[in-house]
């Protein structure tokens, strides 16, 4: 399997170009890492005619409550001065609510830190201007937001110089040279904006992580998505450099064709590496097999796949298929849809489960979808619930298929172009409908891989290898 034209342009173009050419701010911080990840999304959808960048939603402004509560919240429940083993960077994103315990549980920090026996704080980012609380963890600080907030007023403040400027106008040229026969005019002015606002909030951003590390002194920090660049390139780098050894946990799929743990060799000899992880944690061989990334790989295994089992037998109620979306687009999945109806029984259902960055406009995004009785839109917080319950997973290019994978559960892979190229024939298998009706009368064989395959995905004992592996720095 080859990457896609897309990333091969992106990976080809920093092959030829060093990052360290073309910098901002004193630290020097490669202007690639500001616009790489917005380049191949960009690239990927113009080419592609999908949607991935941006799938859509509300952008609603923050309220005063948000200000204090940032600035409130920004220390946690530890005092400023006290020192932290571990400090966690995550998004809002992954917190799901358990209804048990009326609190959200995110299901990778919240894990990770339970593992460990060591002094530990989540520095946690808002979801939509809002935090998700209580939070399990008994530590939760808004440090993140908190300078955000800061360095939104200094960009508003600083102008840059007329040098800087034109170092971002010609490095734009260069892009445009590169890649402007697929990309808009729009592309290019969001990249200059983004740059300009890169450059003029960096001081504010260096200050307070700076001071972040110099009062919490951790042995080691952990950040989702830290191989993605933008404002992770210049915390990892400052990181870095004051000692602190940075870590990413694999939180999703990963292959030859992710965009963020893909580069060309050449990367490895660029400061450009500076800014990205010095270890990349997987869910299993599988996955640190499929990347290539400066980041030195760490096979760990998943806190959640550990601890999820398939239940022997199905829950009581009618059976439905679950059918989960990447966004490609609202006509592709009601095709899939109309062919799952056309062989199921009448007392069979589709649950559709969109993807994270596509709940809050899925019920208008996919009406016609929607509008078949037998369709109902999946709105379960945990997806392993909506997983065990179900009699078959449909699906594309999404982890949640390794995860049915895992469980144990009949999975079919829906037969088009892009999920050709990225899901492995060795172990999925591609859908036809005229099977459906068997599969769930259990007359068709769903074959699974073997034991030895799964755990090649999914490691076991993700728990004893996570502590043997924080152990290294405590």
């Known amino acids: 399997m080859e990457a896609p034209l897309s990333l091969q342009r992106v990976m080809n173009f920093e092959a030829r170009v060093d990052p ?38 509300t952008h609603p402004r923050p309220t005063p409550g948000y200000f204090y509560r940032t600035w409130a919240g920004r220390n946690g429940t530890t005092p400023a001065l006290q020192p932290l083993d571990v400090v966690y960077i995550a998004t809002g994103s992954g917190n799901v609510l358990r209804q048990d315990e009326g609190r959200y549980f995110n299901w990778i920090t ?63 040229e260069l892009l445009r040279n590169v890649f402007g026969d697929t990309l808009r005019a729009s592309h290019f002015i969001y990249m200059r904006r983004a740059l300009q606002v890169s450059a003029a909030s960096a001081a504010a951003w260096h200050d307070g992580y700076q001071r972040f590390f ?12 830290a191989s993605y660049g933008g404002w992770w390139a210049y915390i990892v780098r400052w990181a870095r450099a004051a000692g602190i050894p940075v870590v990413e946990f694999q939180h999703g799929y990963i292959g030859h064709d992710h965009y963020a743990y893909n580069y060309a060799p050449s990367v490895a000899a660029s400061t450009y ?16 097999d499929s990347v290539s990334t400066p980041s030195q790989k760490v096979v760990i295994g998943s806190p959640r796949m550990n601890e999820h089992s398939r239940t022997a ?13 990447t966004g490609v687009g609202a006509e592709f999945y009601l095709s899939v849809v109309q062919g799952l109806l056309r062989g199921l029984p009448q007392e069979c259902t589709v649950r ?7 709940r809050q406009v899925a019920a208008t995004n996919y009406a016609a979808l929607l509008a078949d009785a037998r369709v109902h839109l999946d709105t379960e917080p945990d997806v ?4 065990a319950q179900a009699a078959l997973v449909v699906g594309d290019i999404t982890t949640l298929m390794f995860e049915a994978v895992g469980l144990g559960i009949p999975t079919r892979v829906i037969d088009c172009d892009i999920a050709r190229k990225r899901m492995p024939a060795s ?17 068709a064989v769903a074959a699974q891989p073997d034991k030895a395959l799964r755990e090649q995905i999914w490691a076991p004992d993700w728990k004893a290898r996570y502590q043997a592996f924080v152990a290294r720095f405590l």
């Open 20 to 57: 360290a050419d073309f910098v901002l701010s004193p630290w020097r911080v490669p202007m690639w890492s500001v616009v790489r990840s917005y380049i191949a999304g960009a690239l990927y959808d113009a080419i592609a005619g999908t949607n991935f960048q941006k799938k859509g939603g």
């Open 110 to 172: 919240d894990y990770c830190a339970k593992a460990i026996d060591a002094r530990s704080q989540v520095v946690e980012l808002s979801k939509g201007w809002q935090y998700s609380r209580p939070r399990t963890h008994p530590d939760v600080s808004t440090q993140h937001d908190w300078i955000a907030v800061r360095a939104q007023f200094a960009a508003r403040s600083r102008c840059l110089s007329a040098e800087q400027m034109r170092d971002i106008d010609r490095y734009l």
């Open 214 to 225: 110099e009062k919490r002194r951790p042995r080691l920090l952990q950040i989702d998505g």
């Open 273 to 288: 590496r500076d800014g990205l992880p010095d270890y990349f944690l997987t869910f299993g061989q599988y996955w640190a």
């Open 313 to 325: 037998a199905l829950p009581a109620g009618a059976p439905y298929v679950l059918l989960a979306s």
């Open 352 to 358: 559709f489960r969109p993807h994270p960055g596509e």
């Open 384 to 387: 392993y619930r909506s997983m």
């Open 427 to 443: 172990i999925f298998q591609f859908l036809d409908y005229d099977e459906i009706p068997g599969l769930l009368r259990g007359e």
